[in-house]
C-alpha cells in the first residue's frame, strides 16, 4: 500500500523533505521542501527543465530573480497573507534571510517558458467558504496563488486553508483526478486534527503532510482550540489540468448541501 502521509524532520542544514520524483510519494509528480533559515543565510535555486514557486511561510526574505530585488515579510501563516515567486525552467531565485525566516519551495517538471512573477497578499486574498452550511462547521479560509486559469503555462496549482477552529475544511468529501499535497501548520505546537486520504485517516500535526493521491477522496478537520493552516499543491495532468471547477463531491453526502441543522 502506497505511503500517503508523513512526519519529516528538518535535517541539520535547515531543510525538511516532503515529497521528491522518486521514492514513497513520486506520484505526487512535485519535488516539495521547507527550509528554516537563519537571519543572514541565504540559498539560491536554479533548475533546468523545472518551474519553482518559492512561499514565504514566516520571516523576511530579500528575493532577487532577473535582475529584480525585493524584500518581503510575513509574520506568520495566520496573521498576514503570502508572498510566493512563481519561476520557469532556468530561472534562478535567490533568497536571503533579513530574520529567522521560514519558506517552501514545490518544483515540477515544465519546459514551457513564462514571465516570473512575484504575487503579494493582495493577489491571493482570503475568502471565507462554507460559512453557515453544515451545522456552521465547516467554515475556513481560502486563497489562489496560483491556478490554470492564473497562469495556463504552469503544471502546478499553489494555495492556502486556515481552518477555524474545530472545522473541517476539504468538505464535503471531494476527489478529482490530479495528485494534491498537503503541508499543514497549526498556530500552537500542540496543536492537531485528522487528515482522511480515501479510508484511512492520519494525525495531522505541525510540519506534517498528507500526498493524496488521484482519485481519493480528502476532507479534513482541525480540533477545536486550534487553527490549522494547509498549503495546497496539486499537479496538473499532461492534457487535464485541474480547474476550479473539477471539484467532485461524493454523492453519498450531497443531500448536506440542503439539509437544515437548526
Known sequence: MKRVFGYPAFDESGEQLLTTYEGDYADMLMDIRVYR??????????FDGEETALLLLSGEVALKWEGHERTVSRRDVFTDGPWALHVSTGTGIEAA?????????????????F?????????????????GKFGNVAKRRVNTIFDHDIQPLSNMVLGEVLNDRGNWSGYLPHRHPQPETYYFKFDRPEGFGASFVGDRVFKSVDGSFAAIPGGELHPQAVAP??????????RHLDGNPWLQTDRCEDERYTWLHEANFE
Open 37 to 46: 533559515m537563519k537571519a543572514g543565510e541565504a540559498r539560491a535555486f536554479c
Open 115 to 131: 514571465p516570473a512573477r512575484l504575487y503579494a497578499p493582495e493577489d491571493a486574498p482570503w475568502g471565507y467558504s462554507s460559512v
Open 225 to 234: 482550540g486550534f487553527m490549522m493552516y494547509t498549503c495546497w499543491m496539486i
Open 97 to 113: 534571510a533579513v530574520t529567522d525566516s521560514e519558506i517552501l519551495v514545490q518544483r515540477t517538471r515544465n519546459d514551457r517558458v
